[in-house]
């Protein structure tokens, strides 16, 4: 699927995008639960860069959490962007973000941030090198040592064990009322528009993108999540 398509989607989905995953909020509220851990060493006037900000939910937890930090919101869809600045507005936030419609290549290298989060985005490129290469976008607008905290999908698709874990994954889909047919379309994504890969692959291809070895940091079913430094 071309990403275009892909933001096609998103689009359509902006506006119940955040009722619709409702059910599932406890696996995103413990990544960032586990994101503060890693982002306490980050400065009280940090600036953070939210590659795919979607409906700005990462945004509004750490600006909630950190009332000096500042925040980049990039975001190609611009129907899930406006809802992240209304979140940001309603929540009285808006004045610390700097809202970029577009991919991250259209977002200029001239100021540098601390750090950046990026939840579920490269899984959706395809070809390795681009993924690395997107990676590098990410490390060329961080400060030196600057931290990535990034998620995927991921797993050995070829294993036994893969079978148990999506079985297991879409058994908690259906448990959070996601309709039948948004489920048919992500087991097909799943096989072919999205790249899930084994983890160790995952963290090899962050660090080719100019990062030191990733950590795990975080797992909940497919989702896994690492934290990286900038070399």
């Not at 096609?8 to 503060?36: H, P, S, V």
């Not at 930090?69 to 899930?80: L, N």
């Not at 905290?149 to 058994?171: F, G, I, P």
Request: charged letters at 20%.
């Amino acid at each position: 699927m071309h990403q275009d398509e892909i933001k096609a989607i998103f689009d359509q989905q902006a506006a119940g995008y955040d009722t619709q995953w409702a059910k599932t909020a406890a696996i995103r509220n413990c990544l960032y639960f586990l994101l503060e851990s890693q982002f306490v060493s980050l400065p009280a006037n940090a600036r953070i860069l939210c590659v795919g900000a979607g409906t700005g939910t990462e945004i509004a937890h750490l600006a909630q959490q950190h009332p000096g930090w500042c925040f980049t919101a990039v975001e190609p869809s611009g129907p899930m962007l406006a809802v992240c600045r209304q979140r940001a507005e309603a929540e009285g936030f808006a004045g610390r973000c700097h809202f970029h419609e577009g991919y991250l290549d259209a977002l200029p290298a001239t100021e540098t941030h601390d750090a950046a989060t990026c939840f579920l985005v490269s899984q959706f490129i395809l070809d390795l090198q681009a993924r690395a290469d997107f990676f590098h976008g990410i490390a060329s607008r961080l400060k030196p040592g600057g931290l990535l905290a990034s998620s995927d999908l991921a797993a050995d698709v070829n294993s036994a064990e893969y079978e148990v874990l999506l079985r297991a994954w879409m058994t908690m889909m259906a448990g959070a009322d996601i309709q039948p047919e948004a489920m048919e379309r992500m087991r097909k994504a799943y096989a072919n528009d999205v790249a899930v890969l084994p983890p160790e692959q995952i963290a090899s291809i962050i660090k080719a993108g100019g990062f030191e070895l990733p950590v795990q940091f975080f797992q909940a079913g497919l989702i896994h999540g690492w934290v990286s430094k900038k070399t």
